[in-house]
């Protein structure tokens, strides 16, 4: 079998997709693993990611496995050909969405678990009363970025994108929201 060698601009993606993954929690191996099928933009087979990578088929299989866990690739099969081929999703925003989702259920879950079981305990002292109470911040806090993270997953690519775009002009329009809020008596009125 014979590639098309990759061109230096895509091996320096791979290279720092390899460097990037041993920090977010990936081997090196499954972070070009991933890197390489996403810049190439078409389903490869395992002995062509191999070869591209010059990486054992070994060594692709078990990080082909990590990146089907994490729902980044999907196996795909053509017809008259028995081998597997892999393939990102297409739509950068499904990748988005899923590294975001798998981090959550890996990562943030087991500490919410956790934290729910903390306050459930009855505090037998006044330091246990004083770190409860900050365990209850944090909960709150990680609670309250989950429930905004579900909102975010249902809105459409395009909304997303409008709504990174806004960036900083989401404060200006709160602080436009503040000056509207009219003070004076106890029946303050505000405009929510």
């Given at each position: 079998m014979s590639i098309t060698p990759l061109t230096p601009l895509s091996l320096r993606f791979i290279s720092h997709f390899g460097e990037?993954?041993?920090?977010?929690?990936?081997?090196?191996?499954?972070?070009?693993?991933?890197?390489?099928?996403?810049?190439?933009?078409?389903?490869?087979?395992?002995?062509?990611?191999?070869?591209?990578?010059?990486?054992?088929?070994?060594?692709?299989?078990?990080?082909?496995?990590?990146?089907?866990?994490?729902?980044?690739?999907?196996?795909?099969?053509?017809?008259?050909?028995?081998?597997?081929?892999?393939?990102?999703p297409q739509?950068?925003?499904?990748?988005?969405?899923?590294?975001?989702?798998?981090?959550r259920r890996r990562e943030i879950e087991p500490t919410l678990s956790m934290l729910r079981d903390a306050l459930l305990e009855q505090p037998t002292n006044e330091a246990d009363q004083v770190a409860q109470q900050r365990m209850r911040e944090m909960y709150d806090l990680i609670e309250l970025s989950s429930s905004w993270f579900d909102d975010v997953q249902r809105l459409s690519p395009e909304t997303l994108t409008s709504l990174m775009k806004m960036g900083s002009k989401v404060k200006k329009l709160l602080d436009v929201r503040e000056k509207f809020r009219f003070s004076g008596t106890s029946n303050d009125t505000v405009i929510k």
């Amino acid at each position: 079998m014979s590639i098309t060698p990759l061109t230096p601009l895509s091996l320096r993606f791979i290279s720092h997709f390899g460097e990037m993954g041993s920090r977010w929690g990936i081997n090196r191996t499954v972070g070009q693993i991933y890197a390489l099928l996403y810049v190439q933009g078409k389903a490869l087979n395992a002995d062509e990611i191999a070869e591209h990578l010059t990486f054992s088929r070994s060594n692709v299989s078990m990080g082909l496995k990590e990146l089907q866990s994490w729902r980044l690739v999907k196996l795909l099969h053509k017809p008259g050909d028995r081998r597997e081929y892999f393939e990102p999703p297409q739509d950068i925003w499904d990748i988005f969405k899923a590294l975001l989702e798998e981090r959550r259920r890996r990562e943030i879950e087991p500490t919410l678990s956790m934290l729910r079981d903390a306050l459930l305990e009855q505090p037998t002292n006044e330091a246990d009363q004083v770190a409860q109470q900050r365990m209850r911040e944090m909960y709150d806090l990680i609670e309250l970025s989950s429930s905004w993270f579900d909102d975010v997953q249902r809105l459409s690519p395009e909304t997303l994108t409008s709504l990174m775009k806004m960036g900083s002009k989401v404060k200006k329009l709160l602080d436009v929201r503040e000056k509207f809020r009219f003070s004076g008596t106890s029946n303050d009125t505000v405009i929510k």
